[in-house]
């Protein structure tokens, strides 16, 4: 698991809650035995928010809706972001984080 991948995440007990997400943890905590990694969920629509990051032409991020994610729960590997992609969205997070 690297940053930049998105995720297919299926907690078992709670279906309703599955969703496709954009892992944003560092590569340090993704490589590591931690079992919960930071993430955001895609969204199909535009947030409309400066914060608000474009995958692609059907996705988007918000780095306003950060959550923790279990690693057991990520089933499949979807894809990766392109580097300029990685790049947005490295800056909306230092933006929306004051960092």
């Given at each position: 698991?690297?940053?930049?991948?998105?995720?297919?995440?299926k907690p078992p007990t709670q279906?309703?809650?599955?969703?496709?997400?954009?892992?944003?943890s560092s590569d340090g905590v993704?490589?590591?035995?931690?079992?919960?990694?930071?993430?955001?969920?895609?969204?199909?629509?535009?947030?409309?928010?400066?914060?608000?990051?474009?995958?692609?032409?059907?996705?988007?991020?918000?780095?306003?809706?950060?959550?923790?994610?279990?690693?057991?729960?990520?089933?499949?590997?979807?894809?990766?972001?392109?580097?300029?992609?990685?790049?947005?969205?490295?800056?909306?997070?230092?933006?929306?984080?004051?960092?």
């Amino acid at each position: 698991m690297r940053k930049g991948e998105i995720w297919a995440y299926k907690p078992p007990t709670q279906p309703s809650r599955e969703r496709t997400v954009l892992l944003l943890s560092s590569d340090g905590v993704n490589e590591s035995e931690r079992p919960w990694l930071i993430g955001t969920e895609l969204l199909e629509e535009d947030p409309q928010d400066i914060l608000g990051v474009a995958l692609d032409s059907r996705f988007w991020i918000s780095t306003l809706l950060l959550t923790r994610l279990y690693r057991g729960w990520l089933v499949e590997r979807i894809a990766e972001i392109d580097q300029q992609t990685q790049e947005q969205v490295d800056i909306a997070l230092r933006a929306a984080l004051d960092l």
